[in-house]
């Protein structure tokens, strides 16, 4: 039986959530309301984040980009597309909404440019 | 000098800048101009590039410049001007403010209303009495994000952040993605800064300690900082002897509150409220000097940009009827207040125009923390609404509509938890 802690975000109330499986079950304990138990059984099971990020651009005000996933993505996956945009190289303008990874490492998730640059 | 006439001027091209300036085009004010001081609009959202932003107004999860952007796309599909990389110098009480730049030169710009959205300026290491050198690598995390995340520079390998407020933990993670090390957040007080779901995505997913009635005591290292000792605190914020600890680090990050930007409005003798650090305010967002009106983070300290947003278009509203001869404000006028009780530690707005019956929305943060609060507004030892709060903490802004008279002092009182 493997017990894990998380703080649960699904509100302000910052209950203190305590997971682990038993019997092919996930269960949680410490939770105030439902919203608790979604939250536990994900961060035990599959915790999803969302990427925001820097790529490198030429051409415009600044010299990075902010992007941003278009979903969340698998949080044991963070370090893999960070590698993948961090070879990226962009040239201005680029607009917001521009897709600068599509489907991501094969999340299913683009990755898209988070703010307008135009060429200066 | 280059003279210039406007309906309404904004400073500052930030959230609370774009949105006053966009809403007071859409209440008929026909010559706007937002005067920015960067390059480009946007404000310190450009370099907020993590997501949580616009829930409220846009209910989805956004970037800061994803938010920004929007503003700035509507900004600039209307005739409203813009004058960037232009400095204000000082705003008088006949709303006449003096800018200048590399292009105009100097400026005199008259105005028939002023909007000040110029936002708030981080402490610094002079501010909180850093013990030791002053060594290169001690910076400001918001400096330490615009450094990362717009200019590409990494300012350091190995990281120790002082404060755990929002902008400290989401640069613990920032750094942390960026390959460089973060050792720790340290915190003086008992109880962290920032938001919970902060502490949760930004520490404990990367596995970074958070080290709570904990100091950096000194700062070592002559011309870059080498390293700090950090010290444990007793109760009364004093070290507690025989706690101390070196750690080697080549940046410290300070994270330690922030304060409204309030150099302008000072200068034009502007009323400021000791609690907020921010303009007093009516229920216009006028401050005390008719005509000038205040929104934003120069106004207090928000945590939400839709809460920055929101009191960019009250204030612009009201700069606009103040313009067509509907508000006066100044010191003909009278006003009620509205009075924080029990755990309520400041509202904002501090006062309202006597007799005028009105909604108005108020922001207000709490002194501890609780929970199953409850708030009761009351005029006159009348109760005039409640609401429940589940969850109360002093980093998480409170924001309600509030029905007033106009007729008396607006009680607001959050009382205790049961």
Redo the contacts between chains.
């Keep these: 039986m493997n017990k894990k802690e998380f703080v649960c975000i699904a509100c302000p109330n910052s209950c203190k959530l305590t997971v682990w499986e038993e019997g092919g079950e996930i269960h949680v304990d410490g939770h105030g309301c439902k919203r608790g138990i979604d939250h536990g059984k994900n961060e035990y099971t599959n915790p999803m984040r969302m990427l925001t990020t820097t790529v490198a651009i030429e051409g415009g005000h600044h010299r990075r980009l902010s992007v941003s996933s278009t979903g969340e993505i698998p949080k044991n996956m963070i370090s893999q597309c960070l590698d993948v945009l961090y070879a990226v190289k962009l040239v201005a303008p680029v607009k917001r909404g521009d897709v600068i990874a599509a489907d991501i490492c094969g999340t299913g998730v683009d990755i898209v440019a988070s703010r307008t640059m135009k060429h200066v | 000098m280059k003279k210039m006439n406007f309906d309404i001027a904004v400073i500052g091209g930030g959230p609370a800048g774009l949105a006053a300036a966009i809403q007071a085009r859409k209440e008929g004010a026909e010559k706007v101009l937002v005067i920015e001081r960067d ?2 609009l ?1 404000g310190i959202l ?1 370099q907020c ?3 949580g932003f616009g829930l409220h107004r846009f209910g989805k ?3 800061g ?2 938010y ?2 929007e503003f ?2 509507e900004l600039e599909n209307t005739d409203i001007e813009v004058l960037l990389d232009t400095m204000v110098l000082e705003v008088t009480r006949d709303k006449v403010i003096y800018a200048c730049n590399n292009k105009d030169g100097m400026m005199e710009i008259a105005c028939k209303a002023v909007i000040l959205a110029m936002g708030c300026r981080e402490r610094t290491a002079s501010q909180i009495q850093l013990m030791g050198y002053r060594p290169a690598g001690v910076l400001t995390a918001g400096s330490v994000q615009r450094y ?5 520079y990494l300012p350091g390998k190995k990281a120790v952040i002082l404060g755990s407020g929002d902008i400290g933990l989401i640069m613990a993670r920032r750094m942390t ?1 960026e390959g460089m090390e973060v050792k720790g957040v340290y915190e003086v007080m008992p109880s962290p800064g920032g ?3 902060n ?3 930004c520490l ?2 990367y596995d970074i300690p958070l080290h709570l009635s904990t100091t950096v005591a000194k700062v070592h290292g002559k011309k870059r900082i080498e390293g700090v000792t950090v010290a444990k605190l007793d109760e009364n914020r004093q070290i507690i002897p025989g706690t101390e600890e070196y750690i080697e680090c080549d940046l410290l990050v300070l994270a330690v509150g922030l304060i409204p930007e309030n150099e302008l409005s000072v200068g034009c003798g502007i009323e400021l409220d000791e609690r907020t650090r921010g303009p007093v305010l009516d229920n216009h967002f006028m401050t005390s000097v008719p005509g000038i009106f205040a929104c934003g983070n120069v106004a207090v300290v928000f945590d939400l940009v839709d809460y920055v947003s929101q009191s960019g278009e009250i204030a612009a509203k009201g700069a606009v009827a103040y313009m067509n001869g509907k508000l006066t404000g100044g010191e003909g006028t009278e006003y009620v207040h509205t009075v924080p009780a029990g755990n309520v530690n400041f509202i904002v707005p501090q006062k309202i125009v006597k007799g005028e019956e009105c909604e108005v929305q108020l922001y207000m943060r709490v002194k501890h923390p609780d ?1 199953k609060a409850v708030l009761e507004v009351s005029e006159d030892g009348q109760v005039t609404q409640t609401g429940r709060h ?2 109360v ?1 002093p980093p ?1 802004m409170i924001s309600c509509t509030v029905k007033a008279t106009g007729n008396a002092d607006v009680i607001v009182d959050m009382k205790e938890g049961k």
């Excluded at chain 2, 990362?148 to 590409?152: R, S, T, V």
Aim: proline letters at 3%; glycine letters at 6%; a negative charge.
């Design positions: 390059v480009e946007g450009q590039i993590h997501d999860r956004m970037s410049n994803e920004a952007q700035i796309d990362i995340n717009m200019e590409g993605l938001l919970t779901r502490i949760v995505q404990d997913d929970k589940p969850f903490a998480e």
